[in-house]
C-alpha cells in the first residue's frame, strides 16, 4: 500500500514531469499526468457565479484529485471499452464539432447581405398565386412544345379579351394544375420567380417558360416581408440541396482549402472526367495525399454526377481532417470532451460502486441505520401507527374492539381488510410517521393540539399506534438512511483509492492557477 505523496518541484526535476512551458504538469496520479489548463478549466467552470457552493483553490484540489481516482478507477473496470460508452461520446463530439466545423460568423454575415439584395429585388415576400399551367415532359418534340405554346397564346389572347371573367374560370378549364400556391424566394426556379415576383397583386403574366412547362400566373396576395431568419432557411436549404452541406459549411471548407495547402492534381481530374477512374492522387491536404481509390470507394456509395462526386469527396476529405485536428488545434474543445469523457465514467463507476449498492444492500442499511442510530433521533416526538376513519359509531366501536386483539405493527391494508367487508367501504385508513402540523387528525387526536376536522362521510377517527423519540427501524427513514449510505460508501471508497494510488502534486505550477 503506498501513501500519496504530495511533493515539491524540487522532488520532481528528474522526472519529465513538465511537459511544456506554456500548459504545464500540475500534477501526476499513478501514471497520468494532468495538465495545469484542464485543472483550470474544470476549477474555474464549478467556481463560476452559476454555481451556488464555492470552493477555494486547497479544497477544490482534493475534490479534483479524488475525481480523477475515480475515473481511474472505471478505466481499470473497462467501463471506457464498452460499444455503448463509445457510441455515446461518439454521439457527442458529433454535436459538439458541429460548431467547429462551420464558419457562422461567415455565414451570418453572407445571409445579411444576400438579405438585403432579396429586399432590393422585391423577392423578399411570400406570393400567393394561382396558374394556367401546361406540363412539358422531357421527350416533347419541337411541333408538341410549338403546339403547346401556341395553345397557352390563345387562351391568353382569350383571357385579355374578356377582363370581367374570372380567371379562376380558365384555370379551371384549362390548368393541369388548378390549386392556390404560395412560395417564397429560393423555392421555385428563377426564371419563375423573375415573372412572379414581379407582377403586382391582381396582375395576369404572359404566357412564359419554366423547367416545369408553361405558364399563365396571377398574383392574388403579397405577403409580409420575410425576417432575415425565414430567409436563412430558404438559403441553407439550397445550399444542402446543390453542394450537400449548408452555407458555413461551405465557407468552412474554403478556409480549410487554403489553411490546409489544398492542391488537386489536374492531370489526374481530367483522367478522372475523361475515364472515369484513376490511381494518381486527386489532390493533397496538408501533405496528406487522396487518389483516386479512395475517390471510388466514395462514389461507389455516393451515386451522382461525377463533378458532384469529385465536390463531395473533396468536401467530405477537408471536413474529416478537420474533425481530426479538432483536439489539436481547439484547447477549449479538447478539454470539454476530456469533461464528458470522464463525467460519463464517473456517472457509470459511482452507480456500480455506490448508488446501485446503497439501493440494493437492505443488510447494510440496516447496519447502517444501528451503528449511527443517534443520526437519527428527532427533536420532538412522532407518531407513527394508522390513521382510521369509520363511516358510523358503530363501526368505531368495532374498530377499537379488534384492534385491541392484534399486533400493533398493524397496518391500513390489513385494517381495510377486516373491516371493509361489503361493497360500501366502512373505514378509510392511512398510515405514516407524522411530526406536530404534519396531519391535522394527528394533531388532535394524539399530540392534542389543533382544531377537531371531521372526514366527510366518515366521520368518525381513531389512531392507532405510538409516540417515538427516534425511528425504531431503518425502513421509517430508509431515505435518510439511504442517502447517508451513499456517502458512507463513498468515503470508504475514497480511502481505498488513496490508500492504493500515487499522488504527486508539482506545488510551483499549482501557486499559477488563475494568475497568468
Known amino acids: 500500500m503506498k501513501k500519496n505523496l504530495l511533493l515539491a518541484m524540487a522532488c520532481?526535476?528528474?522526472?519529465?514531469?513538465?511537459?511544456?512551458?506554456?500548459?504545464?504538469?500540475?500534477?501526476?496520479?499513478?501514471?497520468?499526468?494532468?495538465?495545469?489548463?484542464?485543472?483550470?478549466?474544470?476549477?474555474?467552470?464549478?467556481?463560476s457565479q452559476n454555481v451556488l457552493e464555492k470552493k477555494d483553490l486547497s479544497d477544490y484540489l482534493q475534490l479534483f484529485i479524488n475525481f480523477k481516482l475515480k475515473v481511474n478507477d472505471a478505466r481499470q473496470a473497462g467501463i471506457d471499452t464498452s460499444l455503448a460508452f463509445r457510441d455515446e461520446l461518439a454521439g457527442y463530439r458529433m454535436q459538439v464539432a458541429?460548431?467547429?466545423?462551420?464558419?457562422?460568423?461567415?455565414?451570418?454575415?453572407y445571409v445579411k447581405d444576400q438579405y438585403e439584395?432579396?429586399?432590393?429585388?422585391g423577392k423578399?415576400?411570400?406570393?400567393?398565386?394561382?396558374?394556367?399551367?401546361?406540363?412539358?415532359?422531357?421527350?416533347?418534340?419541337?411541333?408538341?412544345?410549338?403546339?403547346?405554346?401556341?395553345?397557352?397564346?390563345?387562351?391568353y389572347r382569350v383571357i385579355q379579351s374578356q377582363p370581367n371573367v374570372k380567371f379562376e374560370n380558365f384555370v379551371n378549364q384549362f390548368s393541369d394544375d388548378n390549386r392556390t400556391l404560395t412560395i417564397s424566394y429560393l423555392q421555385t426556379p428563377e426564371s419563375f420567380e423573375n415573372v412572379v415576383?414581379?407582377?403586382?397583386?391582381?396582375?395576369?403574366?404572359?404566357?412564359?417558360?419554366?423547367?416545369?412547362?408553361?405558364?399563365?400566373?396571377?398574383?392574388?396576395?403579397?405577403?409580409?416581408l420575410l425576417t432575415i431568419n425565414e430567409l436563412k432557411k430558404e438559403l441553407e436549404t439550397r445550399a444542402l440541396r446543390r453542394d450537400g452541406y449548408t452555407i458555413g459549411t461551405g465557407l468552412m471548407i474554403e478556409r480549410l482549402k487554403k489553411e490546409y495547402n489544398y492542391t488537386p492534381n489536374f492531370a489526374a481530374l481530367n483522367e478522372l472526367k475523361h475515364?472515369?477512374?484513376?490511381?494518381?492522387?486527386?489532390?493533397?491536404?496538408?501533405?496528406?495525399?487522396?487518389?483516386?481509390?479512395?475517390?471510388?470507394?466514395?462514389?461507389?456509395?455516393?451515386?451522382?454526377?461525377?463533378q458532384q462526386q469529385l465536390n463531395a469527396f473533396t468536401a467530405k476529405s477537408v471536413l474529416d481532417y478537420e474533425n481530426s485536428m479538432l483536439e489539436k488545434k481547439y484547447p477549449d474543445f479538447r478539454l470539454l470532451m476530456q469533461?464528458?469523457?470522464?463525467?460519463?465514467?464517473?456517472?457509470?463507476?459511482?452507480?456500480?460502486?455506490?448508488?446501485?449498492?446503497?439501493?440494493?444492500?437492505?443488510?447494510?442499511?440496516?447496519?447502517?441505520?444501528?451503528?449511527?442510530?443517534?443520526?437519527?433521533?428527532?427533536?420532538?416526538?412522532?407518531?407513527n401507527?394508522?390513521?382510521?376513519?369509520?363511516?358510523?359509531?358503530?363501526?368505531?366501536?368495532?374498530?377499537?374492539?379488534?384492534?385491541?386483539?392484534?399486533d400493533s405493527s398493524i397496518d391500513k391494508k390489513v385494517v381495510e381488510k377486516m373491516f371493509n367487508t361489503s361493497d360500501k367501504p366502512q373505514v378509510i385508513a392511512s398510515e405514516g410517521i407524522y411530526a406536530v402540523g404534519e396531519n391535522p387528525y394527528v394533531d388532535y387526536y394524539v399530540f392534542k393540539v389543533g382544531p377537531h376536522i371531521e372526514m366527510p362521510s366518515y366521520t368518525f377517527t381513531y389512531t392507532y399506534g405510538r409516540k417515538q423519540k427516534g425511528p425504531a427501524d431503518y425502513k421509517e427513514v430508509k431515505g435518510q438512511v439511504i442517502a447517508d449510505y451513499q456517502n458512507y460508501l463513498e468515503d470508504q471508497w475514497v480511502k481505498q483509492l488513496r490508500a492504493k494510488s500515487r499522488v504527486e502534486i508539482n506545488q510551483e505550477v499549482l501557486k499559477t492557477v488563475n494568475n497568468d
Not at 463507476?349 to 447496519?367: L, M, P, T, V
Request: proline letters at 3%; hydrophobic letters at 35%.
Open 275 to 306: 475515364s472515369g477512374e484513376t490511381k494518381q492522387t486527386i489532390f493533397t491536404l496538408d501533405g496528406h495525399s487522396y487518389d483516386g481509390a479512395l475517390f471510388k470507394q466514395f462514389a461507389s456509395s455516393h451515386p451522382m454526377a461525377l
Open 12 to 47: 520532481l526535476a528528474c522526472s519529465n514531469y513538465v511537459t511544456a512551458q506554456n500548459d504545464p504538469v500540475l500534477m501526476r496520479i499513478n501514471d497520468s499526468d494532468i495538465t495545469k489548463s484542464e485543472f483550470e478549466y474544470i476549477y474555474n467552470k464549478h467556481n
Open 385 to 406: 401507527g394508522v390513521i382510521i376513519h369509520c363511516a358510523d359509531k358503530k363501526t368505531l366501536k368495532q374498530v377499537k374492539k379488534q384492534l385491541k386483539k392484534v
Open 124 to 155: 423578399a415576400h411570400r406570393i400567393k398565386f394561382v396558374q394556367i399551367f401546361r406540363h412539358l415532359p422531357q421527350n416533347m418534340t419541337q411541333r408538341q412544345i410549338q403546339s403547346a405554346e401556341n395553345q397557352m397564346d390563345s387562351i
Open 117 to 121: 439584395e432579396v429586399k432590393k429585388s
Open 98 to 109: 458541429k460548431s467547429y466545423l462551420t464558419d457562422e460568423a461567415a455565414e451570418e454575415a
Open 197 to 224: 415576383f414581379a407582377l403586382p397583386v391582381g396582375e395576369i403574366s404572359k404566357p412564359f417558360f419554366s423547367p416545369y412547362g408553361i405558364h399563365i400566373v396571377k398574383v392574388l396576395d403579397q405577403g409580409d
Open 339 to 383: 469533461e464528458y469523457h470522464d463525467g460519463m465514467l464517473l456517472f457509470e463507476i459511482s452507480n456500480q460502486k455506490i448508488w446501485e449498492q446503497a439501493q440494493a444492500d437492505e443488510a447494510g442499511q440496516s447496519a447502517y441505520f444501528y451503528a449511527h442510530n443517534s443520526n437519527y433521533h428527532w427533536d420532538l416526538p412522532r407518531f
